[in-house]
């Protein structure tokens, strides 16, 4: 099983649609999660935090189920320029994991007119 | 502004040749991170480090040696280059909280022929 698992797309989706991604993490100790954007042929660049009592940015909103050891990230009103891939990133915490990051493969998600 | 840059940002070498891929940062971080970006794979952690004479191997670190004699930078050496390196190249470096983001350069296209 992979440590960190998402639904690699891709997602087609008009303007304006709501869509959701999902990601589970297999390690229950991990301490810090994050939703990353990468957009094709460039670097991986931090969309947001997910904390604990979910957080919301605009129009992203981040869950985090620690119980179910899951993550969501929620996009409304889809622009043209949401499209990239998204990565879910886990930090799995202290010992010989600190400070690193672990990455799913990315969701694909293409928003068209 | 506070950077990372990465050098050279395309390479094309023969197998066999020895390549070094340059990373620089001005955060003043001191943890810093190789990865590198396949299809299929997603990214996978090749070396890092916490700080000036420390060095750690990741997940896919043969092959691959760096060092780092100061804050700002960590190259990235392939010993003897193969086809199977091929790949798209990150640097990232991060605070030394452990549970901090990481930021990426802008990375390194490598082909070996």
């Known amino acids: 099983r992979k440590e960190v698992e998402q639904d690699p797309g891709p997602f087609n989706v008009p303007e304006g649609a709501t869509v959701a991604f999902n990601c589970t993490y297999s390690n229950s100790a991990s301490q810090s999660f994050f939703w990353y954007r990468q957009d094709c042929r460039k670097e991986p660049k931090l969309l947001m935090s997910?904390?604990?009592s979910g957080n919301e940015d605009g129009r992203f909103t981040a869950q985090l189920n620690r119980a179910s050891q899951y993550i969501s990230l929620l996009i409304r009103d889809s622009k043209l320029s949401d499209s990239a891939t998204y990565l879910c990133?886990?930090?799995f915490g202290g010992g010989t994991s600190y400070g690193k990051l672990t990455f799913g493969q990315g969701t694909i998600l293409t928003v068209h007119p | 502004d506070a950077e990372i840059t990465q050098s050279p940002r395309h390479k094309i070498t023969e197998t066999g040749r020895q390549v070094t891929l340059a990373c620089h940062q001005t955060?003043?971080?001191?943890?810093m991170f190789w990865y590198r970006q396949d299809l299929g794979h997603g990214l996978r952690l090749i070396h890092y480090?916490?700080?000036?004479?420390?060095?750690n191997k990741g997940e896919v670190s043969d092959g691959y040696s760096v060092s780092r004699s100061n804050t700002e930078d960590l190259p990235l050496t392939l010993e003897s280059a193969a086809s199977s390196q091929t790949s798209v190249y990150f640097c990232a470096s991060s605070e030394s909280t452990g549970q901090e983001t990481q930021y990426f350069g802008p990375g390194t296209r490598l082909l070996v022929l």
């Open positions: 990133v886990v930090n």
């Open positions: 955060w003043n971080h001191n943890n």
């Open positions: 480090s916490y700080g000036v004479q420390d060095t």
């Open positions: 997910v904390y604990s």
